[in-house]
T-cell receptor, first 114, second 112 residues
Framework: GAVVSQHPSRVICKSGTSVKIECRSLDFQATTMFWYRQFPKQSLMLMATSNEGSKATYEQGVEKDKFLINHASLTLSTLTVTSAHPEDSSFYIC??????????FGPGTRLTVT | EDKVVQSPLSLVVHEGDTVTLNCSYEVTNFRSLLWYKQEKKAPTFLFML????IEKKSGRLSSILDKKELFSILNITATQTGDSAVYLCAGNLSGNTGKLIFGQGTTLQVKP
């Protein structure tokens, strides 16, 4: 099946710094990638939809200036958490959709802001 | 507002038991319903259901969709400890967005 990778798998950063998370589709071209956030014992909440070559579409309540999304190629999307705060600590998961419209999830990135 | 509701939220059974997980949805422009299994990391795909009444099976797991009553069930027979996980269902919107609306998940614990 299709493989999606995320890097890093785990990151600890200090409050006020920025962190970049990469999402790559390894063996298919992803026209659309999705970014989710999952707090402990809660479900996945969609943050934004990213289409290659265009601006991301953010869900209501998600600050686009804080969570910068770039989808520069058909295999790579990045999420940058700017000026991170402890409340941004969460599990961030991306998914990628190819031509079949199925979504494949990356392994997730555990962000801890101290 | 689109929403997906799962029940029960948690379930504890013993190996060999059969479980049924429920998922009801209110999703505009409904395209399909998906089931995922999540262990420590990201969800892994189980089933995608688009048509009512057609059961999908994979080993001890099976699922069916009722588009009239807007719900789906996931059955696991002869449960094993390895089935312990969070099971998520998600409604997929039609159109080109591909958005998934996830339910809260059902945490299943299978005891030896």
């Amino acid at each position: 099946g299709a493989v999606v990778s995320q890097h890093p798998s785990r990151v600890i950063c200090k409050s006020g710094t920025s962190v970049k998370i990469e999402c790559r589709s390894l063996d298919f071209q992803a026209t659309t990638m999705f970014w989710y956030r999952q707090f402990p014992k809660q479900s996945l909440m969609l943050m934004a939809t990213s289409n290659e070559g265009s601006k991301a579409t953010y869900e209501q309540g998600v600050e686009k200036d804080k969570f910068l999304i770039n989808h520069a190629s058909l295999t790579l999307s990045t999420l940058t958490v700017t000026s991170a705060h402890p409340e941004d600590s969460s599990f961030y998961i991306c998914s990628a959709r190819g031509g079949t419209h199925e979504q494949y999830f990356g392994p997730g990135t555990r962000l801890t802001v101290t | 507002e689109d929403k997906v509701v799962q029940s029960p939220l948690s379930l504890v059974v013993h190996e060999g038991d059969t479980v049924t997980l429920n998922c009801s949805y209110e999703v505009t422009n409904f395209r399909s319903l998906l089931w995922y299994k999540q262990e420590k990391k990201a969800p892994t795909f189980l089933f995608m259901l688009t048509s009512s009444g057609i059961e999908k099976k994979s080993g001890r797991l099976s699922s069916i969709l009722d588009k009239k009553e807007l719900f789906s069930i996931l059955n696991i027979t002869a449960t094993q400890t390895g089935d312990s996980a969070v099971y998520l269902c998600a409604g997929n919107l039609s159109g080109n967005t591909g958005k998934l609306i996830f339910g809260q998940g059902t945490t299943l614990q299978v005891k030896p």
